[in-house]
């Protein structure tokens, strides 16, 4: 059967610190791999997608990882902040259109 | 939440009550779609629209009801017949439907709780 899995349990890092969440999938063959950061009660929003035949994508203190043949994404936020404590989800294009499978979130809080 | 609004944030319903959930875009985007979120699990997709009056079925759409009747709006419907509404919802719109990296704008989400 098709998964997407994050981490369930909460990342506590220390502020300064490189966060990195993992996203591993299976069944799947993405286009491409998109995170999204939600905060507590509102709607995520769209941080970075990266392509199949990319590695690596950046944006400021984010950084993207794709690996095809592992299966596996990873994000990282480099020099951490209080204010990155969020819950960040992963997710993929699946079909021929722009449907979206998210996986259920790794929830990331940043210790000052 | 950028250009898409949902109201209301909170909504309680009576058991066997149909409820309606309202939502708009003013990002001129042709698709929309609606999710639903429980605790520990993804945002699983309830239905989406790729154009005005026109609709489909994502993977919950059973004791769900949508609407397009205009660009901009994207009404969901909880019927009685949804045996566990109570959750999250949201709305989300992307500019093209068929883009294979187009993004989704998400609202600021819509807590049912059925008492």
């Known amino acids: 059967s098709q998964k997407i899995e994050q981490n369930s349990e909460a990342l506590n890092i220390q502020e300064g610190k490189t966060a990195t969440l993992t996203c591993n999938y299976t069944?799947?063959?993405?286009?491409?791999l998109q995170w999204y950061r939600q905060d507590p009660g509102r709607g995520p929003v769209f941080l970075l997608l990266i392509r199949e035949n990319e590695k690596e994508k950046r944006k400021e203190r984010l950084k993207v990882t794709f690996d095809t043949t592992l299966k596996q994404s990873l994000f990282h936020i480099t020099a951490s902040q209080p204010a990155d404590s969020a819950t960040y989800l992963c997710?993929?294009?699946?079909?021929?259109?722009?449907?979206?499978?998210f996986g259920a979130g790794t929830r990331l809080a940043v210790h000052p | 939440d950028g250009g898409i609004t949902q109201s209301p944030k909170y909504l309680f319903r009576k058991e066997g009550q149909n409820v309606t959930l309202s939502c708009e875009q003013n990002?001129?985007?042709?698709?929309m779609y609606w999710y639903r979120q429980d605790p520990g699990q993804g945002l699983r997709l309830i239905y989406y629209?790729?154009?005005?009056?026109?609709?489909q079925k994502g993977d919950i759409a059973e004791g769900y009801s949508v609407s397009r009747e205009k660009k901009e709006s994207f009404p969901l419907t909880v019927t009685s017949a949804q045996k566990n509404p109570t959750a999250f919802y949201l709305c989300?719109?992307?500019?093209?439907?068929?883009?294979?990296?187009?993004?989704?704008?998400f609202g600021p989400g819509t807590r049912l709780t059925v008492l």
């Open positions: 069944n799947y063959s993405p286009a491409y």
């Open positions: 629209s790729q154009i005005v009056n026109d609709f």
């Open positions: 989300a719109s992307s500019p093209v439907p068929r883009s294979s990296t187009d993004t989704q704008y």
């Open positions: 990002l001129n985007h042709d698709a």
């Open positions: 997710a993929l294009a699946s079909g021929g259109y722009n449907k979206l499978i």
